[in-house]
């Protein structure tokens, strides 16, 4: 754990935000119905959805695709620990809320860069008495940093399950792929890998129009082939758990991701199109919709 960060007063960590520049956690936390943003990123997201009406489908049912992922590893596979990197904003069903609901004694470790998922880290260290969580200050391009830090919490000698969800399309090809090496070779035998990723494949003119709006803001957005995503499986020890790379609302669908409480009618007709989609259902995407690949696997 960062606990010399997480030690400081929440309104301290703020005051070193830039809250005139949008973050992605904070972009994708106005997308997920979340209160800890700013004006940018609400703007960020306004213009991302302006682009693309249908577009915080993809945000949605990415998070569904996690929590998905969770249940099958934690409950099906017996994987015991998560690293879960660009955690995040805490949202109603984290990483360690999941794991340890099917197995109480699960270890967690969070690791996010932005302040204001710092500031409010605490509310990922809620872990029951049998298991543990923890949270790193740190980058992805640091993944040396990372591991060190993690191996306080998580034992390298048993499977890890190491989530990279909606992660990597901020990294350029460059760092991407050796990044992805330096942490998959740290991982023992019988480990995972969760990953999901936004591409151009699926539908290609809504998601470039999202992309523009990203990278006017100075993002770095990344949109990968299915054969490029493949990629950070088949070249680094990891052999595809079926069915494969496939859009994330395919990926063993269970058809319970949790539905907003609905407001009254007239409530909902007053609010702007980004407010209102935190009580939009997501089970009405259709293939149209999804621009994001999902897949998980196994360390050979």
């Keep these: 754990m960062s606990g010399d960060a997480l030690s400081q007063d929440p309104s301290e960590l703020r005051r070193g935000i830039d809250s005139g ?8 936390d106005v997308f997920l119905g979340g209160k800890d943003h700013y004006e940018a990123d609400l703007a960020a997201a306004a213009a991302a959805l302006a682009a693309n009406p249908r577009g915080y489908l993809d945000v949605r049912h ?10 099958t590893l934690a409950g099906k596979d017996g994987i015991r620990q998560f690293l879960d990197i660009g955690a995040g904003l805490p949202t109603a069903e984290n ?5 340890q609901r099917i197995t ?3 270890r967690v470790v969070y690791v996010d860069n932005d302040p204001v998922v710092l500031a409010h880290a605490r509310a990922l260290l809620d872990s029951g008495p049998e298991g543990r969580t923890d949270y790193i ?4 391009n640091d993944p040396a940093l990372i591991l060190e830090q993690a191996a306080a919490a998580l034992d390298f000698d048993q499977p890890i399950a190491l989530c990279l969800v909606a ?7 460059e760092q991407a792929y050796p990044i992805v090496r330096e942490l998959v070779e740290a991982l023992p035998t019988g480990s995972r890998v969760v990953l999901s990723h936004i591409t151009e494949d699926l539908n290609p003119e809504n998601v470039r129009a999202v992309q523009r709006t990203y990278t006017e803001r100075g993002f770095t957005f990344v949109l990968r082939t299915r054969a490029e995503i493949e990629r950070f499986f088949t070249e680094h020890a990891l052999g595809l758990d079926e069915p494969g790379v496939v859009p994330a609302h395919h990926w063993r669908p269970d058809h319970a991701a949790p539905a907003p409480e609905q407001p009254e009618a007239a409530y909902l007709e007053g609010l702007d199109p980004i407010e209102r989609i935190r009580y939009a259902d997501i089970d009405d995407a259709t293939d ?8 998980t696997g196994t360390k050979k």
């Design 21 to 28: 520049k949008a973050h992605p956690a904070r972009v994708y």
């Design 62 to 71: 990415n998070r569904d695709f996690l929590r998905r992922a969770v249940n």
């Design 95 to 99: 990483v360690h809320q999941i794991a």
């Design 104 to 106: 109480p004694a699960s």
């Design 137 to 140: 200050d740190a980058d992805l």
């Design 167 to 173: 992660v990597l399309h901020f990294v350029e090809d």
């Design 288 to 295: 149209d919709d999804i621009n994001v690949y999902a897949a």
